[in-house]
């Protein structure tokens, strides 16, 4: 090994050296891309029918929100259809990184009880099968507008900055989830409920401007708002979204990763004990 | 990692544990939830613990030299080797390890049981910092120590406890580490399996590396070890020749010199 003497002295409470600490993890990204590509194996996405699977279910669950829509509106059309799986397959890449992140540090326990490597490797390694999973769902929306007929615009480019921020806010939401998860194992539990919070105060089922301004006020308080607006109006109508949301976007994103990174770093290092 | 022989000279310092005291707080329940944490909330019940791991511990150990270690179940053994192999940092005092170190603590390898054999060795030497070309010259010679044939590509949720252990084992000795840590690890596999591993030992031995052995097994430390060290709630009671110590250990105990601490359970 490169570093022939390390010392092992007690920490100060807080962040370990962060520059030792990126170094290591940086050193160990080969571990990221390989667990990332064996989880995948093992769900069987290498295989033309996981692939299949892959597209395949998020389909049918836009198809069954379609169906709701439908019913409870009595009516709809192209574009709502359009509307409905952009946002909620970006949705789905927020929630599969919250459920991949939730059990990470727990189910790497055998890992974690025998070798010293940066921890936070293991949440970002739930986000990064996340976005893998993601990636093709994008190419199956981008098909189906063609379907529909919408015409492709410039200011579409404006869903890529919007999808960097989405996967900014699911690193720290997975890094915070992974690292609740060690001191409360049930959250595991409460898990689903609170993304299935998040899908009906989320404009996915309808667009923001069909809420009452009273309403608009839930706005404040989700994350995901902001950024499924955006993403709908940059990839759906062809828009460019408003700024102001992709700040406050942001501004969410950077404060709950670096504020769930800080968590983490600070106490990553007693959950050997802990597991 | 070195690759045929180490680098280091036999009495050169491998480890050096200075002062080290081990404090830590966990859970007292094993499976820590916020409903049970709710439940208790205004009764003042308590939900973790502190325990004293390890009490001012001064330990050296040298390369070309296999250090034993032994003591009762909750002495801190494998809480020192947690901090030898950093995974627990300590308290106060200073651990110096001179050298690249493998672990083979209590658990083994075995990231992820759904995964196979195969990915788990793979995933667990990239953790520990090697390199994937590292690990695939390695990998031939891992698999056939192992003997698990064709199992290596088979989930490890389908292994039994020995092949864990096999593997576990053949993924910590073939790295060939200038420092070997292995705890407990030894009592899993079968007979012809446990004699491969203590040749193995032995030979890395005789390659001036170190190894520190964390067992119960009394005949095996006496037969590979020249050095043991004996910890006691957390304190270093002994350290000299094996056949000292583990008389003055089984004196301890007051068992004598029974076939229940020879053995392996």
């Known amino acids: ?275 | 990692m070195p690759s045929v022989s180490s680098p280091h000279k036999t009495n050169e310092i491998a480890v050096s544990v200075r002062d080290l005291s081990l404090t830590y707080t966990t859970a007292i329940d094993r499976r820590p939830t916020l409903k049970a944490r709710l439940k208790t909330m205004g009764r003042g019940g308590k939900q973790t613990r502190v325990i004293n791991a390890l009490n001012q511990v001064n330990l050296d150990v040298e390369y070309g030299h296999v250090l034993g270690i032994i003591g009762a179940n909750g002495a801190g053994k494998s809480s020192l080797m947690r901090v030898m192999a950093g995974i627990v940092p300590p308290t106060r005092g200073r651990v110096e390890v001179y050298g690249s170190v493998s672990t083979l603590l209590a658990l083994g390898v075995g990231f992820n049981p759904s995964l196979t054999g195969r990915d788990n060795v793979y995933l667990g030497g990239l953790a520990a910092g090697m390199s994937r070309e590292e690990i695939d010259t390695h990998f031939e010679e891992i698999a056939e120590f192992s003997e698990l044939g064709e199992a290596i590509d088979a989930p490890m949720r389908t292994y039994s406890s020995g092949m864990y252990a096999r593997l576990a084992f053949s993924v910590a000795a073939t790295v060939r580490p200038d420092i070997l840590i292995v705890d407990e690890a030894l009592s899993t596999g079968d007979a012809k399996f446990k004699e491969k591993s203590l040749n193995r030992i032995k030979e890395l031995r005789s390659d001036d590396r170190a190894l520190i052995l964390v067992s119960h097994a009394m005949a095996t430390l006496l037969d590979v070890c020249n050095d043991v060290a004996w910890i006691h709630k957390g304190k270093l009671v002994m350290r000299g020749e094996p056949n000292t110590v583990i008389n003055a250990y089984r004196e301890f105990l007051q068992v004598g010199k029974s076939a229940a601490i020879d053995e392996d359970v």
């Not at chain 1, 700024?243 to 990553?268: C, D, K």
């Open chain 1, 1 to 275: 090994m490169s570093t022939p003497l390390q010392v092992y002295e007690p920490f100060r409470a807080g962040l370990p050296p962060l520059r030792t600490y990126w170094k290591s993890l940086w050193s160990r990204r080969t571990f990221i891309s390989e667990y990332s590509r064996s989880e995948l194996r093992e769900q069987h996405f290498d295989s033309a029918f996981g692939q299949l699977w892959l597209i395949l279910n998020p389909l049918l669950l836009s198809a069954v929100y379609f169906l709701l829509i439908v019913i409870i509106r009595g009516s709809s059309d192209s574009t709502r259809y359009a509307h409905l799986t952009a946002t909620l397959f970006l949705f789905y890449l927020v929630s599969n990184s919250l459920t991949g992140g939730v059990k990470s540090i727990t189910a790497g326990q055998r890992l974690i009880l025998n070798t010293a490597f940066p921890r936070i490797m293991l949440p970002i390694s739930a986000v990064v099968i996340a976005v893998i999973k993601f990636l093709p769902t994008l190419a199956v929306f981008l098909v189906i507008r063609t379907v529909l007929g919408l015409a492709f615009s410039w200011q579409m480019l404006w869903a890529i900055p919007v999808l960097l921020i989405a996967m900014l806010l699911s690193l720290g939401l997975a890094i915070t989830i992974s690292c609740v998860n060690v001191y409360f194992r049930d959250i595991t539990n409460f898990l689903p409920y609170m993304t299935r919070t998040l899908l009906y105060l989320s404009p996915i089922l309808y667009e923001a401007s069909d809420l009452t301004p009273k309403l608009r006020t839930l706005e404040l308080f989700n994350p995901l708002f902001p950024i499924l607006d955006s993403w709908s109006r940059a990839l759906v109508h062809g828009q460019v979204p408003h700024i102001s949301h992709l700040l406050i976007a942001l501004g969410w994103a950077f404060g709950i990763f670096f504020i769930g990174t800080y968590f983490f770093l600070s106490r990553e290092r007693e959950f050997a004990v802990r597991l």
